[in-house]
């Protein structure tokens, strides 16, 4: 007999209710080993692959590329004796009853028993949140990860099912005879795209769409669906521009001395295998300059009625990539030298545009800083990242005219924008800590004196 186990979507550790299905890396029948990687998912920060906690066999896949899924939901049967021979048991530990398959919560390699001593009751519905977070344990954290379990003898794959010879029970997967019944859907009513003439969740939901208005000749447009980052960013900058009192300001800044020592930098052998970027600079420039205005890097506690100041800096740094725009952070960026914050910086955005940032990377920022520059652009003024108090806007480095003693002569110049919440942040702190940057790019000697 079957022991099936169903694997719940996790949420990977960001808190979110859904995530999209970029692409399976098994397929039915095929078997698959513990921890080996089955499936890449796409949350609303980035792409992540899940590990699979079982060894077995794959019955069936329960969702398809391109469906968006919820936390919680079954997407993929296992089957853990696809031989039918009985899995050997070990002795039970200190006189307990000994554990039956049904009862066992399986551990990824590497790691050791989950911590505790409750027993799960057993579930008839999908998979919880609070049973995708034990998921994630695993997935993400290290910890066991548990997956929803299922009596075997309430489950069989459809292509052991048997259908009535005429035909008049169309081939449909449970969670789309569900979805149909839900929508109103006749299912006899419908040629199936699947393979084989099943019929698909998509068959079901055009099914159930009103047809479309016929376009307007000569119409040029298309739409597109609000999902992943986009829909992220979106909430995110709702929220942040709702909630929390923006004030901007700006400041034109000499960086001549900045992109020389740049250039001397080339040629040190401690920096030869680093590019020095003056992203690099501004940044080093920003964790200096934190010290003296820390309320730049503290936190508005609304439920609290606290503002939590931060003795460390986790700077996030805005990334376009495909997917769009992400911040993942640098840990501890005031502690490090400006080599190794160069080298951290470049090795943080070349994963974020990859798509590959792990989603820890993506939560827990201080401070962010964007770097509008590098898109040719001189200014802008940004939106805090909820949960943040400021976010420096770095310019585009340009040759322009500036009076130096008395002479107008051509120099570096860029601009700086500091977007802060005026809850936290006062207009004489803003201006003193975006001044005190300023200071920085313009003479590099001057942090000595931080």
């Given at each position: 007999?079957?022991?099936?186990?169903?694997?719940?979507?996790?949420?990977?550790?960001?808190?979110?209710?859904?995530?999209?299905?970029?692409?399976?890396?098994?397929?039915?029948?095929?078997?698959?080993?513990?921890?080996?990687?089955?499936?890449?998912?796409?949350?609303?920060?980035?792409?992540?692959?899940?590990?699979?906690?079982?060894?077995?066999?794959?019955?069936?896949?329960?969702?398809?590329?391109?469906?968006?899924?919820?936390?919680?939901?079954?997407?993929?049967?296992?089957?853990?004796?696809?031989?039918?021979?009985?899995?050997?048991?070990?002795?039970?530990?200190n006189?307990?009853?000994?554990?039956?398959?049904?009862?066992?919560?399986?551990?990824?390699?590497?790691?050791?028993?989950?911590?505790?001593?409750?027993?799960?009751?057993?579930?008839?519905?999908?998979a919880?949140?609070?049973?995708?977070?034990?998921?994630?344990q695993?997935?993400?954290?290290?910890?066991?990860?548990?997956?929803?379990?299922?009596?075997?003898?309430?489950?069989?794959?459809?292509?052991?099912r048997?259908?009535?010879e005429?035909?008049?029970?169309?081939?449909?997967?449970?969670?789309?005879?569900?979805?149909?019944?839900?929508?109103?859907?006749?299912?006899?009513?419908?040629?199936?795209?699947?393979?084989?003439?099943?019929?698909?969740?998509?068959?079901?939901?055009t099914?159930?769409?009103?047809?479309?208005?016929?376009?307007?000749?000569?119409?040029?447009?298309?739409?597109?669906?609000?999902?992943?980052?986009?829909?992220?960013?979106?909430?995110?900058?709702?929220?942040?521009?709702?909630?929390?009192?923006?004030?901007?300001?700006?400041?034109?800044?000499?960086?001549?001395?900045?992109?020389?020592?740049?250039?001397?930098?080339?040629?040190?052998?401690?920096?030869?295998?680093?590019?020095?970027?003056?992203?690099?600079?501004?940044?080093?420039?920003?964790?200096?300059?934190?010290?003296?205005?820390?309320?730049?890097?503290?936190?508005?506690?609304?439920?609290?009625?606290?503002?939590?100041?931060?003795?460390?800096?986790?700077?996030?740094?805005?990334?376009?990539?495909?997917?769009?725009?992400?911040?993942?952070?640098?840990?501890?960026?005031?502690?490090?030298?400006?080599?190794?914050?160069?080298?951290?910086?470049?090795?943080?955005?070349?994963?974020?545009?990859?798509?590959?940032?792990?989603?820890?990377?993506?939560?827990?920022?201080?401070?962010?800083?964007?770097?509008?520059?590098?898109?040719?652009?001189?200014?802008g003024?940004?939106?805090?990242?909820?949960?943040?108090?400021?976010i420096?806007?770095?310019?585009?480095?340009?040759?322009l005219?500036?009076?130096?003693?008395?002479?107008v002569?051509?120099?570096?110049?860029?601009?700086?924008?500091?977007?802060?919440?005026?809850?936290?942040?006062?207009?004489?702190?803003?201006?003193?800590?975006?001044?005190?940057?300023?200071?920085?790019?313009?003479?590099?000697?001057?942090?000595?004196?931080?």
């Amino acid at each position: 007999m079957p022991q099936l186990k169903h694997f719940p979507l996790p949420d990977v550790g960001e808190g979110l209710t859904e995530a999209e299905i970029l692409g399976w890396k098994v397929a039915p029948g095929d078997a698959v080993a513990v921890n080996q990687v089955f499936v890449e998912i796409e949350t609303a920060k980035a792409a992540v692959e899940l590990p699979c906690a079982y060894s077995g066999k794959v019955v069936e896949l329960l969702a398809e590329p391109g469906q968006t899924v919820e936390v919680g939901t079954p997407i993929i049967s296992i089957d853990l004796d696809p031989d039918g021979a009985d899995a050997p048991a070990g002795p039970p530990a200190n006189g307990a009853p000994q554990r039956t398959d049904q009862d066992a919560t399986p551990n990824l390699v590497g790691y050791g028993p989950q911590a505790t001593s409750s027993k799960r009751r057993p579930r008839k519905a999908p998979a919880s949140a609070d049973t995708a977070q034990e998921a994630l344990q695993g997935a993400m954290q290290g910890a066991p990860v548990a997956l929803q379990e299922e009596p075997a003898a309430s489950w069989s794959p459809p292509s052991k099912r048997v259908e009535p010879e005429s035909g008049s029970v169309p081939q449909a997967k449970p969670p789309v005879r569900k979805l149909a019944k839900d929508l109103g859907v006749d299912l006899r009513a419908l040629t199936g795209s699947g393979a084989g003439g099943v019929i698909t969740r998509e068959d079901v939901e055009t099914a159930a769409r009103p047809a479309p208005a016929e376009p307007a000749t000569g119409a040029r447009e298309h739409r597109v669906p609000i999902k992943g980052v986009r829909k992220a960013t979106a909430q995110a900058m709702v929220q942040s521009a709702f909630t929390a009192p923006h004030v901007t300001e700006f400041l034109t800044v000499d960086v001549t001395p900045m992109m020389q020592l740049r250039e001397r930098l080339k040629s040190d052998p401690e920096f030869r295998d680093v590019k020095i970027t003056p992203l690099a600079f501004a940044a080093k420039a920003l964790c200096l300059a934190v010290r003296r205005t820390p309320d730049v890097n503290a936190t508005w506690d609304e439920a609290a009625g606290e503002i939590v100041y931060k003795d460390y800096v986790h700077l996030g740094v805005a990334a376009a990539t495909p997917r769009g725009l992400v911040v993942p952070k640098v840990r501890d960026a005031d502690g490090m030298s400006l080599r190794s914050l160069a080298a951290a910086l470049q090795e943080l955005t070349t994963t974020a545009r990859d798509g590959k940032t792990a989603p820890a990377d993506l939560v827990g920022g201080t401070i962010t800083i964007t770097n509008v520059g590098v898109f040719g652009v001189d200014t802008g003024t940004p939106i805090l990242n909820p949960g943040e108090s400021a976010i420096l806007a770095f310019g585009a480095v340009r040759d322009l005219p500036w009076v130096v003693d008395g002479q107008v002569v051509p120099r570096k110049v860029c601009q700086l924008a500091l977007s802060f919440d005026h809850r936290v942040v006062d207009g004489q702190q803003g201006s003193r800590f975006l001044a005190d940057v300023g200071a920085l790019l313009a003479d590099p000697g001057m942090a000595l004196t931080y």
